[in-house]
């Protein structure tokens, strides 16, 4: 039985020391059920404000119109006033630091901030409290008294004076000028007027006033946010759940220069609310730790915490549209040239060979290459000699709640949750619209060095939890999609490159497996021998790039001398492995290369594979010199409606044929659409999903007792959004569409034009 993780990886706290200044008297007033003044704390901030102290015990629930009238007001700034900070500087990462010297971090003081009217979040904020206190002492390092983790602090946010805190920073102790501050706000959302429209308006006027800062807070060593609000009568964000926390998280990113720790977290009082939080506890706990271990907040991606919140962010991959113009490194050129110092070039493809790691070869993607320098620049992570790993925007768009990629509309892989990876940067052709032609190696042969499966799998999950964590700084991610995120569930591998082109392919493919991560595999088509001797995977994809030859060679532009022969056979294969195996075609639409009259090659193609699956795409331009040297421009991109009207058009042959197929889903915002066999479509409904759970079981049965099974006995139920007709945008995620596009009035018009009325148009009787 293969060994599953129950929770994220959680990085225990590192021992940590109580400092040099901090007696154990001065310990046990960290009692949770303490607010303690400024100077009460363990190293207490030069603020001297009297001492005030309150027990919670003292404290009963008050309703909520007298509370807020009961309540003493918070002091507010009185008079012009100069606030005296130092100019932050920007420094090259987008984060502001300041100018002045500052000392080398020494301790983390996390510092609890909470407004309660009803007592539940004040409640949640001893249990905090209480959390942070148990972390600080376990890891306590007698050994180490120059670094660690503080007990925290707490207190009311009606009752502080917010100049103290929230107009500047405490300044740490003389004796431990190295303490920094990390604030852990708790609130409630209330749509009436509170203290927390004061405490808005206060980070409201410190942001917008002349005489402070910019970013007065920035000396913080970072700050989180956790909302608690009522989802029975506040549904969604959208309806106002815990709006008021979120605008507390915007309001701190700009003051603090970008110094969200860790996502925002929210909670249900109506739910299980002490469970989402300790899940933001932990996280937080594990930032605190890398702060201590790394000094600040690290690198953070563009957008982390900006202060222009990104709502008119632009979700295109930047990286993607970025391709370095003159890295083109062909190591087939290479070889060409006479590169006769290489190991003897063998073909992998010739199932049989022993493909040994040759000693003296070379690696594939050397560090010093240029190569190595262009993948790098756009995001990829490159792991060993010939792998590579990269966050794609829409696992940054799922993190925020705004929607997966078509993987989920049609097979229910949340993007999040999702990475996308290559055990083989190299690839056999150099398709016209493939976004890293130009930086990625090509080559008929594998003739480099060969890095073990599990080097690969190893640093593959490293590079992608890193970047994982690189994300938790920007603005709109949400603390439990981003705990969620530190389990990967999906491996694409599809990123750049061809993945049977790595030689141990297979057992990389059992370690995935084995945690639990399912496999969508995409291959060229190029290489059958390979493709016959891969083992199971859960999706099997070949790229169908072309209905004939001619096209194929003008599109893919192959390397092979038989690459039609080649396709062939692999056509051949898929349709044997169609048996026991989701396999998919997928068509990339290229107006003026592939489109136009090759319906009936298409429909050849389908007849002779039969696979499950046929997706259709239309190409996205990336731009790059190779396309453009191809004659691709903007003008080949297909319209959503041409798109549509070619699968209807597909469809219409395939039926006329006998060949039992119809359309079963669409994701109008990635202008894609799904044909699926009729093997998918039970009792009247599309089941495109996948039941993951269900292909684990079984695999794990098939390797135990050799019971074989079919795509059909892991397959789930089509969402009703997702069906073609309805655009295919996950109504729980929120929308935010680039400027000019509407991919539901795409959809609408695709429809329109196709005289296609998805409210008369069942499930179970798609149109032909
Ligand atoms: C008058 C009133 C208004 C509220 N408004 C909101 C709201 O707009 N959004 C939300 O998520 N929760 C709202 N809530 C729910 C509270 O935020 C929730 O009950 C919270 O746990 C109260 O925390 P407290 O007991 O610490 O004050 C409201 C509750 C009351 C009584
Ligand atoms: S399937 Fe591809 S695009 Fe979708 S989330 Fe995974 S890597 Fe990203």
């Known amino acids: 039985m293969a060994c599953l993780p129950s929770a994220p990886p959680h990085r225990p706290l590192h021992a940590v020391p109580r400092p040099p200044c901090l007696s154990q008297d001065s310990v046990a007033i960290q009692d949770p059920c303490v607010r303690v003044s400024p100077v009460l704390a363990p190293h207490s901030v030069s603020g001297e404000k009297p001492e005030t102290e309150t027990h919670c015990a003292d404290r009963t629930p008050r309703p909520v119109s007298a509370t807020t009238n009961n309540k003493p007001g918070p002091k507010l700034a009185s008079g012009p006033k100069r606030v005296q900070g130092k100019k932050p500087a920007k420094t090259v990462t987008g984060r502001r630091e300041t100018v002045e010297e500052v000392p080398p971090l020494s301790f983390i003081q996390p510092i609890v901030f909470f407004a309660s009217l009803t007592t539940t979040t004040e409640h949640y904020a001893n249990v905090l409290l209480e959390d942070l206190r148990v972390a600080a002492q376990e890891r306590a390092n007698p050994e180490n008294r120059e670094r660690g983790l503080l007990p925290p602090q707490i207190h009311d946010i009606s009752y502080v004076d917010f100049d103290d805190f929230f107009t500047t920073v405490p300044k740490p102790p003389t004796t431990s000028p190295g303490t920094r501050y990390v604030y852990c706000i708790l609130i409630p959302s209330y749509n009436i007027d509170t203290v927390l429209n004061t405490f808005l308006s206060h980070l409201d006027e410190t942001h917008h006033d002349f005489r402070v800062d910019t970013a007065p807070l920035s000396q913080l060593a970072g700050y989180s946010v956790f909302g608690f609000g009522d989802k029975e009568e506040w549904p969604t964000e959208e309806e106002g759940f815990c709006f008021q926390a979120k605008e507390v998280d915007r309001w701190m990113a700009k003051l603090t220069g970008r110094k969200r720790a860790y996502p925002l977290g929210m909670g249900d009082v109506k739910s299980d609310p002490e469970t989402s939080l300790k899940e933001w506890s932990r996280g937080l706990q594990d930032t605190l730790v890398d702060i201590l271990e790394s000094g600040g907040l690290g690198e953070g991606v563009p957008g982390s915490g900006d202060a222009v919140e990104s709502d008119e962010e632009d979700l295109e991959d930047e990286d993607e549209s970025k391709s370095p113009k003159n890295t083109m490194v062909d190591l087939e050129d290479i070889q060409m040239n006479g590169d006769s110092a290489g190991p003897l070039p063998i073909d992998f493809t010739t199932i049989g060979k022993a493909i040994s790691a040759e000693p003296t070869a070379k690696e594939m993607v050397p560090t010093t290459s240029p190569t190595y320098a262009a993948l790098t620049k756009q995001g990829y992570t490159i792991v060993g000699s010939h792998s590579g790993v ?221 696979p499950g699956l046929i997706e259709v795409k239309g190409v996205t331009y990336c731009g790059t010199s190779t396309s453009a040297g191809a004659g691709l421009t903007m003008k080949n991109v297909p319209f959503y409606e041409e798109v549509s009207a070619f699968v209807v058009a597909l469809n219409k042959e395939l039926q006329r044929r006998g060949l039992k197929y119809g359309i079963a889903a669409e994701h109008a915002h990635s202008c894609c659409i799904l044909l699926a066999s009729e093997r998918f479509h039970v009792n009247g409904k599309w089941h495109t999903r996948i039941d993951y759970d269900r292909f684990f079981e079984l695999l794990e049965r098939e390797k135990l007792d050799g019971t074989s099974f079919t795509p059909e006995d892991y397959m789930r139920e089509t969402e009703e959004w997702a069906l073609f007709g309805r655009g295919g945008f996950n109504p729980d995620d929120e929308r935010v569409y680039r400027k000019g596009r509407d991919p539901d009035a795409r959809a609408r018009k695709a429809r329109e034009i196709l005289g296609i009325e998805p409210a008369s148009w069942p499930a179970s009787n798609p149109p032909s």
């Open 390 to 610: 990269k966050i794609c925007r829409w696992t940054k768009s799922a993190l925020r709640g705004r929607g997966s990629c078509y993987k989920y509309s049609f097979y229910g892989i949340k993007s999040h949750l999702c990475m996308e990876a290559t055990p083989s940067l190299s690839c056999s052709n150099k398709c016209i619209f493939c976004w890293r032609h130009g930086t990625n190696p090509v080559g008929t042969t594998w003739r480099w060095k060969v890095d073990s499966p599990e080097l690969i799998f190893k640093g593959v999950k490293e590079g992608h939890y890193k970047k994982i964590q690189m994300l938790k700084g920007v603005p709109g991610v949400r603390a439990e999609r981003f705990a969620e995120a530190m389990r990967i569930r999906h491996c694409a591998l599809s990123l750049v490159g061809e993945p049977i082109f790595y030689p141990h392919i297979n057992r990389f493919l059992e370690m995935l497996h084995r945690e639990h991560i399912s496999s969508f595999m995409v291959c060229n088509a190029q290489h059958p021998d390979q493709l016959e001797a891969l083992h199971r995977v859960t999706q099997l994809y070949v790229s169908i790039d072309a209905s004939n030859r001619e096209s194929l060679r003008k599109i893919d532009r192959p390397l092979h001398r038989d690459f039609w022969e080649r396709f062939q056979r692999c056509l051949d294969i898929l349709r044997e492995k169609r048996h026991f195996q989701r396999t998919v075609f997928r068509l990339t639409l290229v107006k003026g290369f592939n489109v136009e009259d090759e319906i009936i090659g298409y429909a050849n193609l389908v007849e002779k594979a039969l």
